[in-house]
């Protein structure tokens, strides 16, 4: 009778330690701040100033050039590698308002964003 009860508190223990084990928690998923450095375009006074880019772990991309600057806000996973791949548009200041393309840049970093709006600074 002592053997019987001593198995069924163990079974009963098992059991319940079994529920009360923690699931392991999916990565959250967060919007960073991606800097592309102008020196991508590898010429002084060329400037990135158009970016289309996606994210592979969230799906996320731009549907048109992000234009005017180097700074992107996508959807990533965080506490995870996530690959980040972009075009940039590399642009030189002909007038005081006009910026001519001078030519285009791929770039495709492994990037692990830790928090919600980090920035992190790529190329």
């Not at 990565?27 to 100033?49: E, F, S």
């Not at 996973?77 to 030189?92: D, M, P």
Request: hydrophobic fraction near 45%.
């Amino acid at each position: 009778m002592r053997t019987r009860l001593l198995k069924l508190l163990i079974t009963t223990a098992v059991a319940l330690g079994a529920v009360a084990l923690p699931v392991p928690a999916h990565a959250a998923d967060g919007w960073v701040y991606v800097v592309v450095n102008d020196r991508v375009c590898g010429t002084p006074g060329v400037k990135a100033r158009g970016i289309l880019a996606n994210v592979r772990e969230t799906g996320w991309t731009t549907t048109q050039w992000d234009n005017g600057d180097n700074i992107v806000y996508p959807k990533v996973r965080l506490g995870a590698t996530n690959l980040f791949t972009a075009q940039i548009r590399c642009e030189q200041r002909v007038a005081l308002f006009f910026w001519a393309t001078v030519g285009y840049r791929t770039l495709s970093v492994a990037i692990r964003p830790t928090q919600h709006q980090q920035t992190i600074w790529v190329g």
